[in-house]
């Protein structure tokens, strides 16, 4: 028997509490004790994502809200800014595509993030551009871009823009300040830091953005956000389940308190990027995010990746070019600092049976140093 630990970047780990509160008989949508539960959870989440900016919640997986923030805000023959230095970026430019409308790609290298003067540049050559879409942290990289500066610059400079933000593996876990830092649309999903099982994307829509989707063109029928908006219990059947959990989930990150939330997902990834270094390894990200830490390999990854498995941690690989490159190991959500100990410890022994020369131990005594110091 191997006891499996789950340190992939989505799906993450599940507390105990929040697994038992989604094993309650099904609760039916339509009474008020259920709306009452969705409305709280609405107004937990605007806590969560630092708006005062009203909340969708749907059915589906991250991307759905990617794609329904591109088909409702734009029209066929439109032109959007999206900014891409990894799988998910890239996303954004084939749903822009998918709709009919024209994507303007800033791309960067993998490994690299977006620059406040190349968004600038971009949209100063072209007045038509009505949106910019891209990632809080990129997770095919591990890279966390500037949004904050962004941003800022988008509402001085180009108040007219939409700027919309995937903060799938964000919020929860980095502080990102949707309102102070004018995110029109902020995103995120339920397997990330918000500690559920798949299965809920979630949205915040300005005013600026409302505006915007009334007067397009779109096209969509389930994926509609002011339909969804303007319904006190979800237009359809909501995945009432995972609204129970994500209920008791907001609760359980707000009772930590945001900030401490987010001082925990920075030691523990302060801890891991340290020990990476510490048994001479390459970190891949140029601006590393908290969430998760990608670390490139002297050797073939999967092969790392498989030996950690067998031991018990289950960690990602790269993704496309980046397979056999680099190990993503997540620290979003549910994670505390033995598991960070129990992580380096799997790439240690992985790496040593592999025949790598990293100095052994030296990666589990720099993290465990790291949490003495704290
Ligand atoms: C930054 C980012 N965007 C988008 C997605 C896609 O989300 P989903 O797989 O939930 O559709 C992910 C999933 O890993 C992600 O990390």
New binding site residues.
């Given amino acids: 028997m191997t006891k499996r630990y789950l340190m992939t970047?989505?799906p993450t780990p599940v507390p105990e509490d929040i697994m038992l509160n989604m094993a309650h008989p099904i609760v039916h949508h339509r009474t008020k004790e259920f709306k009452d539960i969705f409305a709280e959870t609405k107004k937990l989440a605007q806590q969560v994502f630092q708006t005062k900016n009203e909340i969708v919640i749907f059915s589906?997986?991250?991307?759905?809200a990617?794609e329904a923030s591109v088909s409702n805000l734009l029209s066929e023959g439109d032109k959007a800014l999206t900014v891409a230095a990894g799988k998910?970026g890239e996303?954004w430019s084939q749903l822009v595509r998918a709709f009919g409308a024209s994507a303007v790609e800033l791309k960067y290298d993998y490994g690299d993030y977006a620059k406040i003067e190349d968004v600038d540049k971009a949209l100063s050559k072209d007045s038509s551009i009505k949106a910019v879409f891209m990632?809080?942290?990129?997770?095919?990289t591990g890279v966390f871009h500037p949004i904050d500066e962004i941003g800022k610059m988008i509402k001085e400079k180009y108040p007219d823009v939409v700027f919309v933000v995937?903060?799938?593996?964000?919020i929860g876990a980095i502080d990102v300040k949707t309102d102070e830092w004018n995110i029109d649309i902020m995103?995120t999903?339920?397997?990330?830091a918000l500690m559920l099982p798949?299965g809920l994307?979630l949205m915040s829509v300005s005013e600026k953005a409302k505006r915007v989707i009334e007067n397009s063109k779109n096209r969509y029928y389930y994926f509609d956000i002011l339909k969804e908006l303007n319904s006190d219990g979800g237009s359809y059947t909501p995945a009432v389940t995972l609204i129970e959990g994500l209920n008791l989930a907001f609760k359980k990150i707000l009772d930590e308190g945001l900030d401490n939330v987010f001082r925990r997902h920075e030691l523990l990834a302060n801890a891991t990027r340290e020990a990476a270094l510490a048994l001479g390894l390459e970190l891949f990200a140029k601006r590393p995010a908290n969430s998760l830490t990608a670390i490139a390999m002297p050797v073939d990854s999967s092969k790392v990746i498989s030996l950690m498995k067998d031991y018990g941690v289950h960690v990602s690989n790269g993704q496309g070019s980046l397979k056999g490159k680099i190990i993503r190991i997540a620290h979003l959500g549910y994670f505390g600092k033995p598991d960070i100990i129990m992580a380096i410890g799997g790439l240690e022994i992985a790496l040593k049976k592999l025949g790598v020369d990293a100095p052994f131990g030296e990666g589990v005594k720099k993290a465990m140093e790291i949490f003495v110091e704290e």
């Fill in positions: 970047p989505g589906s997986s991250g991307t759905g990617m998910f996303r990632q809080a942290s990129e997770t095919s995937d903060g799938i593996t964000a995103i999903g339920s397997q990330k798949p994307s």
